[in-house]
């Protein structure tokens, strides 16, 4: 059974920093996902991860998928208020998509 | 061009009433999944389908049915609701193995 864990779960920084948050992974796969999902909605697709090495970024977030390690990371750039929402990775394994628990982010002014 | 649709938006069951959550998209994507998402639990996959007529189990798919009559329609029954059913749900669909697309979700309450 596939398992995917992110952390930090709960993230809480200041306006202009930068983080980073993990996602690790147990089985081998080389397909790989970020959504996030703002309180009461649905999610979003964020960057899609396709192969070793794949590096996506979009505005202040960057992505990166390491295959052989099982593991993602999704960098935030000087954080802005906007940027508060819940993250999510997921792998792809099979048919199945299996997600992390979520990373909650705030970003206080 | 509406993309993955569900209906209820919200649903109040009573314990072992019955009810069908639906689910349908305009995307002719092969892949079409139910996911529950409860706090602090990530959203947990309940049945997928690859296809019209195959279906297959997920993490947690114990109290729901699924079947895949359509490409377009993917239902998820609730055969007698639990308090334990208590949730949000999400239908995602797929063109293959890539991205999901989510629908709007069903938050059901069962008292």
């Known amino acids: 059974e596939l398992k995917v864990e992110q952390n930090p779960l709960f993230l809480s920084m200041q306006e202009g920093k930068n983080y980073t948050i993990y996602c690790n992974y147990s089985t081998t796969s080389d397909r790989l996902y970020w959504y996030r999902q703002d309180p009461g909605k649905s999610l979003e697709s964020l960057f899609v991860?396709?192969?070793?090495?794949a590096v996506k970024q979009e505005g202040r977030l960057m992505a990166s998928l390491d295959t052989k390690a099982r593991l993602s990371t999704l960098h935030i750039t000087a954080a802005v208020h906007d940027l508060s929402a819940t993250y999510f990775c997921a792998v792809d394994w099979g048919a199945r998509l299996t997600f992390g628990e979520g990373t909650q982010l705030t970003v206080n002014p | 061009n509406a993309g993955v649709t569900q209906t209820p938006k919200f649903q109040v069951l009573k314990t072992g009433q019955s009810m069908t959550l639906q689910c349908a998209q305009d995307m002719n994507h092969e892949y079409m999944s139910w996911y529950r998402q409860d706090p602090g639990m990530g959203l947990r996959l309940i049945h997928y389908?690859?296809?019209?007529?195959?279906?297959d189990q997920g993490e947690v798919p114990n109290g729901y049915n699924v079947s895949r009559s359509t490409t377009e329609d993917f239902p998820l029954r609730l055969l007698s609701a639990a308090p334990s059913q208590t949730s949000v749900y999400f239908c995602a669909t797929r063109d293959g193995p890539s991205e999901a697309f989510f629908g709007q979700g069903t938050r059901l309450t069962v008292v």
């Open positions: 991860l396709l192969s070793n090495g």
């Open positions: 389908s690859v296809g019209a007529g195959i279906t």
